[in-house]
């Protein structure tokens, strides 16, 4: 059975830096590609982060580009997300996904 757990969320001063960690366990990791989203209230979930099998590629949405970075560990078979200069539009709730699976979600909220 395939699963994401996504951990690392949590309240954060604006300017502020946190890194969410994704573990996929139950089937094959390293040959997928992996995503990072992300849902405001009363918004639709967002697309913010690529990273290919390998690494070799990584996209990002304007939005978070210059600030966020995406990084993995196939051996480890987790994903990492680092925030920097968190912003308060920032707070949502930060899933990630590969092979068509979801995480439940880590809530981050960027408040003074």
């Known amino acids: 059975q395939v699963q994401l757990v996504e951990t690392g969320g949590g309240l954060v001063q604006p300017g502020g830096s946190l890194t969410l960690s994704c573990v996929f366990s139950g089937s094959s990791f390293t040959d997928q590609t992996m995503y990072w989203y992300r849902q405001a209230p009363g918004k639709e979930r967002e697309w913010i982060a690529t990273v290919s099998s390998a690494s070799l590629l990584k996209k990002y949405a304007d939005s978070v580009k210059g600030r966020f970075t995406v990084s993995r560990d196939n051996r480890q078979r987790t994903m990492w997300l680092r925030m920097n200069s968190l912003i308060s539009e920032d707070t949502a709730v930060y899933y990630c996904?590969?092979?068509?699976?979801w995480g439940q979600g880590t809530q981050v909220t960027v408040s003074s």
């Open positions: 996904s590969g092979n068509g699976f």
